[in-house]
């Protein structure tokens, strides 16, 4: 089990950045596949992006070239740079971690969540 810890999120304006961070302790993150889920009030939860154990970055066409994942192994902590935000943004954003080697974007395939961290984009 990986205990996962978000934190960073909050109100922003459009065209505005924030970083969100998911501090994972016990296991290192490393040894599983981490992602960031989203989900608005009154819709499911969408996948929008993905560190797979082999280092490749998959993205939701709906962030790409807008979001940023990373990890700090030293740290032991995930990261999603968030740029250009705007208002469809708004979410409560979740970390996900699995040990499987998934590269699919869907919340099924993760079995570690966090409690998420609410971004809020107002225009």
């Known amino acids: 089990q990986v205990p996962l810890a978000e934190s960073g999120g909050g109100p922003v304006q459009a065209d505005g950045s924030l970083r969100l961070s998911c501090a994972a302790s016990g296991s290192s993150s490393s040894s599983y596949t981490m992602g960031w889920f989203r989900q608005a009030p009154g819709k499911g939860r969408e996948g929008v992006a993905l560190l797979s154990l082999g280092g490749r970055l998959i993205y939701a066409d709906s962030v790409r070239g807008r979001f940023t994942i990373s990890r700090d192994k030293a740290k032991n902590t995930l990261y999603l740079q968030m740029n250009s935000l705007k208002p469809e943004d708004t979410a409560m954003y979740y970390c996900?971690?699995?040990?499987?080697?998934?590269?699919?974007?869907?919340?099924?395939?993760?079995?570690?969540w966090g409690q998420g961290t609410q971004v809020t984009v107002s225009s």
């Open positions: 996900a971690a699995d040990p499987a080697p998934n590269r699919r974007l869907l919340s099924d395939d993760f079995r570690y």
